[in-house]
């Protein structure tokens, strides 16, 4: 079983940044694939951003240029800075981690709230 300890969200002003950590909690032999998805209130939960294996990323189009997927593979840890955010990124953020193809784990998300 892997465990997903994520940190890092709140509450912060439009314009302002966080910076999300997810850490598997156990140690894994190997590297995979992680990544973060969001969802809002009423909302079908979004794929933020993934991270491969090799270090390969990729975006959804309403982060790109503003939020930055990395990974330290010694701490088994992703990460994602977010900059320049806005009140329509507000959401319970959750990092995954995918053990095989077909066996993913979830961390138990960490609210983010943009507000003034």
């Known amino acids: 079983q892997v465990h997903l300890v994520e940190s890092g969200g709140g509450l912060v002003q439009p314009g302002g940044s966080l910076r999300l950590s997810c850490a598997a909690s156990?140690?894994?032999?190997?590297?995979?694939?992680m990544g973060w998805y969001r969802q809002a209130p009423g909302k079908e939960r979004e794929l933020v951003a993934p991270?491969?294996?090799?270090?390969?990323?990729n975006y959804a189009d309403s982060v790109k240029g503003r939020f930055t997927i990395s990974r330290d593979n010694a701490k088994n840890t992703v990460y994602l800075q977010m900059n320049s955010l806005k009140p329509e990124d507000t959401a319970v953020y959750y990092c995954?981690?995918?053990?095989?193809?077909?066996?993913?784990?979830w961390g138990q998300g960490t609210q983010v709230t943009v507000s003034s």
């Open positions: 995954y981690l995918d053990l095989t193809k077909n066996i993913r784990y």
């Open positions: 156990e140690s894994i032999f190997g590297i995979y694939a």
């Open positions: 991270i491969s294996s090799t270090g390969r990323t």
